[in-house]
Nanobody, 121 residues
């Protein structure tokens, strides 16, 4: 079984920074994608950023140039450095892992419990 443990959320003023961390515990296949999603009150969960096991990244347009996703494959961990935070970034941020034994096998998906990020003065 795979578990995702997130940390790093909190309250920050507009223009400030936060760094989220997510560690995946369990048997993680080398073919995987890790990422961050967020859900604000009354809105659907949306992609923030994802990174493949080979290091390819993809960002939501709303966070490009402000957020940076990175990972440590040895630790099965993914990070989200968030700079120049805005009130509209306020949401619960979720870590997600998709992995598969090989390219011919289906992916399995796991979610973290979520961490609250609040941007307010």
């Amino acid at each position: 079984q795979v578990q995702l443990v997130e940390s790093g959320g909190g309250l920050v003023q507009p223009g400030g920074s936060l760094r989220l961390s997510c560690a995946a515990n369990g048997n993680i296949f080398s073919l995987n994608v890790m990422g961050w999603y967020r859900q604000a009150p009354g809105k659907q969960r949306e992609l923030v950023a994802v990174i493949t096991s080979s290091g390819s990244t993809n960002y939501a347009d709303s966070v490009k140039g402000r957020f940076t996703i990175s990972r440590d494959n040895a630790k099965n961990a993914v990070y989200l450095q968030m700079n120049s935070l805005r009130p509209e970034d306020t949401a619960v941020y979720y870590c997600k892992l998709d992995h598969a034994y090989s390219a011919t096998f289906p992916y399995s998906t796991y979610w973290g419990q979520g961490t609250q990020v609040t941007v307010s003065s």
